[in-house]
């Protein structure tokens, strides 16, 4: 069962413009998410994050937007780059229980 | 980088073959994951390790075993290789103290 949901495998922006990520979660036991980027051959890399007591942590071009009433998270990227192109990854942990879980991965494109 | 060694990095191995991948760590952090990774399905945990011989289930263990009788090394096993388990495999590792994981360079397993 998933239990981090990221429903749209892909996204295509247009460069300059406002890219926005979207991760749904199940488990009430998660107090810690984060957003990963994949580029091809590599592994993962962390980005930012957030914890279940914040809504919002921002990062240079990069904001993460929590609701915990509808276990949802959001990350915006602002501007978008053509570098940014990537597979973004959701993450949620439960820090008691140690594990880690994340979503399916949602594919940005930047068209320049 | 953080200080985290997989090997092999791609493994092409027959149906019912035993495989093991070795996940090597400079860090001394305390968490360790195994990850694969699959069209569709984004990162789906395999097995993690709390400490040196303490290793707990994720969601997707069946077919395989882990062992860590040292800090530094975490070791996935597949006793018979079955198709299915074609995928590509990360480890991870995380502080004590840390919320973030960081990912390994992967390792391409394919079961012929």
């Known amino acids: 069962d998933q239990q981090v949901k990221q429903n749209s495998p892909s996204l295509s922006v247009q460069e300059g413009r406002i890219s926005i990520l979207n991760c749904d979660y199940t488990n009430s036991m998660f107090d810690y998410f984060l957003w990963y980027k994949k580029y091809p051959a590599e592994g993962p890399t962390f980005l930012i994050s957030?914890?279940?007591?914040?809504d919002k942590n921002e990062d240079g071009r990069f904001t993460v937007f929590l609701n915990k009433s509808a276990k949802h998270l959001s990350l915006h990227i602002v501007p978008s780059q053509p570098g940014d192109s990537a597979v973004y990854f959701c993450?949620?942990?439960?820090?008691?229980?140690?594990?880690?879980?994340f979503g399916a991965g949602t594919r940005l494109t930047v068209k320049p | 980088d953080a200080g985290i060694t997989q090997s092999p990095r791609h493994k092409v191995t027959e149906t019912g073959t035993p495989v093991t991948l070795r996940c090597h760590q400079t860090e001394n952090h305390r968490y360790m994951y195994w990850y694969r990774q699959d069209p569709g399905h984004g990162l789906r945990l395999i097995h993690y390790s709390y400490g040196v011989k303490d290793t707990d289930k994720g969601e997707v263990s069946d077919g395989y075993s882990v062992s860590r009788s040292k800090t530094e090394d975490f070791l996935l096993t597949l006793e018979s290789a079955t198709s299915s388990q074609t995928s590509v495999y990360f480890c991870a590792i995380r502080d004590s103290s840390g919320t973030e994981a960081f990912f390994g360079q992967g390792t391409r397993l394919t079961v012929v």
């Open positions: 993450a949620a942990s439960d820090i008691q229980n140690n594990d880690m879980r």
């Open positions: 957030i914890s279940s007591i914040k």
